[in-house]
């Protein structure tokens, strides 16, 4: 069902965007992928080649979706019919596709809670979601393990309330009385269409050339995060649509437009009325306008705090430091970071660097949302918590899209094709294997797990974690600040990347000075991870493994003294290579120095007691 | 400018080679070969002038398979489709010039038959080489690379005078006669030839009469192939029908010469046999040939053939045919890769025991070899 759909639309979308001998061409090329694609898929079995069936049909469709989109923006404006409204259709027959590919596991994270909400008010016409827990078997969820999250409200005589705000739910109930789980997320997806037809509004109405347009275009809208938001139950996207709206109306001073946009994004989620402060100062023209609108958005603001889950506390910014860490962290993190998780928006931030020269509407877009950046980074779950990455700046992207547009065409072609190879592969994947798009805060990511995995070296240590502090964040840190500080696309990185690989190719298979002992280059043979998988709040954790007498670790290490971290009920007793060695029992975390005996592939036996061991560092 | 840009990829290609050497790990001749893959894609990249940011990626997308893949036969077949792709696209973008063909036709020689490189026997590869551009020379630029390729592909290189195919198939496309016509003769000889031929003609009737258009997708997909260039060369489309072995295949390794028997106890319960079987040194066996018998079914040449036959030393001189449904058992790489060529017979509802007899009249050092048996 998924295949034809993907068959129906990528067929469709050649007739809505390409005409005359572009769409003949077009579809040899694309006849030529399928007779290519089912060509290789005969020798197959004949050559035993062992591969998941499911993640080559998903990655051909995200490499030929990727090719149209290309072929589209490479082919003679003569021979192509583009406009907003063919570009959102587009993107809405794409997402009709990504539907069914998300729901390959059933839904995570808040999602399932927003729903329960939409359910609620659909069949008891209220928020009390205590007889939907109960009966969670009736639910659209799909989930039976359903518990209340933590911090949820409770009513004075027993109700069960959501800590998510309802207008989402409320939204979501036409799609829901339609066709119930799906239907929910076609709604979302509803909006991530009109999103796409406001960005492109957007993009027209800066200057944006139509032929950067339609180069950015499938990176924002097909690319992460958008596109992983775009087919979940998530107010991030209809979120980004307000947002985008809002600042359109600003410009172009219609209230018409912006005061429902800004109404409905802070309906959606109640941080982003940190966005919305700003925004409405700068909407008015002259001061007093703006002294009455703040004197109606103080109540308003009171309310809201009193009536929600959050806390008057949390307007008291957090400390520098942890803003640093949020904010590289939102730029480099290896899990959650732009960098790696939607790396053409690495334009976008080094568009704030060149300030003065953006459009009008990047720079209103960038310094609504500076007031909630400021909030946002240096808080303990900058990072998005449960959710795809880059939960918390969805609503931002188009803007730094915006930004990436207007140095487009300053971009050597190197870098563009580099993140949208990266970005083809990031899709592919996350389509695939839906459920590794949450993934948990351990400072890992997906790759260095991956090739810690095959390679049993620690991988991980190469990509920055600010997740987990480790050293890569710090050098990827000040590299990113002498590169935004210098015209970076002069340099040749193609030249650079080959170099790269190998070197750290060869650097990670070495072993390094910190080893985390849950990690998925350590070999565990028995005991368990510390905290459980879903942990509530698992990044509020130092992680570690639990092993217990008989069970042992094998990992690469560097020979010599080393640190070791754990913590321990009771005295234990730990042997690595020969030597023994007793843990004193601890108040939370200890530290034992220990002796490698030799550099490589280190053996480490729990011989008595229950230990948690964290890391251990070579001195 | 066009001095830049050589110095450009030639810096590229030397960083990316050496980079690409310490990224492989694994000891397959291909895997070893990556370097020389990495400055193939560089030349294509080169010639094809246009968009070098693509093929400059297409060149770190080798390491992926190289660092990410374990399994052997899938990491072979990313370098295949990535280093097709790359080939296929800079001839699609590439301007069309006779100098642009030759190189790609030298690339994609290279590729196809000179790895690994400890196989190579270099006087008569450069001479297939040159044919290879004799031919590209006598098309003048008309013959689509893939189809023009294929003619290098399909060439043996023994014995020595085969080396002449290439020279021949020049000759054949200068020669002032509606190619259909040509075509068609050479399709007529193909009917009655000996397999080993019968490739060769084929060959020639694509070099003919092959037009652009989609069957270009086939022939891109062909040479996604070349880590097993000697499969598509002499065991295409044979490798298609190939069934891997069972999980529960049971290991015999018996030979019988001529008028030997032997036998194998069934198990009980058992409703169906499926016999793996060779000959050796039946080379010269034509088709239709009873090589022996299992429990009175004839085993011909069709069924079965000589399990080496395909190895590019044997090939031409075979009289033999691939089995119609051969052991997935694919042996060697790049251009030396053969199919083992054991043939998988089905034996329904068999007595208690399986009687295996050679056939009394097979010459001198032939023999009937039943390399394993899988009970249903």
Redesign the interface.
Known sequence: MTLALFVAASIASPFLLLRGLALRRWF?IY???W??LG??A??V???????DPYLAIVTFGVCVTAAFFAFVAMTDPIDVRWSANRAAIVTALFYAVAIPLMLRTPIDGDEPYYLLETESLVRDHDLDLSNQYRDLAHSATGRTDLAPELGDPVGKHGEQYSRHEPFLALLMIPGYLIGKLAGAIATIALFGALLARSTVRLFEDEGIDENTTRGMFPFIMFGPPIVFYAARIWPEVPAAFCFVEAVRGVRQRKLGRWIPALLGLVLLKLRFVLVAIVLLLRAFRKKWHAAVAGLIAIPIVVVAFTGSVHRWNELIPGSPAAMLRGLFGLLLDGAAGILFQAPIYVLGVIAIARWRTMPAAFRLGIASATLYLIYLVPRSEWHGGWSPPLRYIVFLMPFLALGAASLWQRI???P???AA?WTIALVAHGMAYPWRLFHIQNGENVVGE??ST?WYSDFSRLFPSFIRMNFAAIVASVIVVILIAIPWWRVRW??I???V??VA??AGRRPGNRIEFEDAHVIHRGGELYPTEFQVQRFAYRGGWVVRQGDSLSFLAREGASKLQYSAPADSIIQIGRDAYVLPATKGYGEVRVTLPHSGRIELHCLGGTVNLDRMDHE | MRGSAVAEWVAYAIVAAIAGHFVTLFPTPIDRALPFVIVLMCVCGYVAERFPALFQIAVLLLFVPAIFLADEHTRLLAYGVIAAGTFAFAVAVAPNTLRGWLTFTVVGVLLLRWIPFSQVVVWREVVVLVGAIAVALAAQARLPAPHLLAVALATPIFPARMLLFPFFVAVVLLIPVPRIATAGAFAVAACFARYSIAVLCVVVIIALISRPGLLHAIAIALFALWPWSGIVARGFPAILFAEPAFANSVPVWMAAGRGQSLSIDVPPDTHAVTITASASNATALKPGRVVGWVDGKPIRIGEIADFGFMRREHFFASRNRPPRTPLADVHEYGASAWLHTAGRIRVSHPMNSLRFTAAADLPPGTRLQIEAVEFE
């Open positions: 040899a006849a030529g992928a007779i290519l060509v290789l005969l020798f079995r004949p050559l035993q080649i062992q591969i050597a072609a190197g563009i094709v580099a190879a991956t090739l095959i193609m030249w990347a080959p170099a690989v190998a190719f060869v």
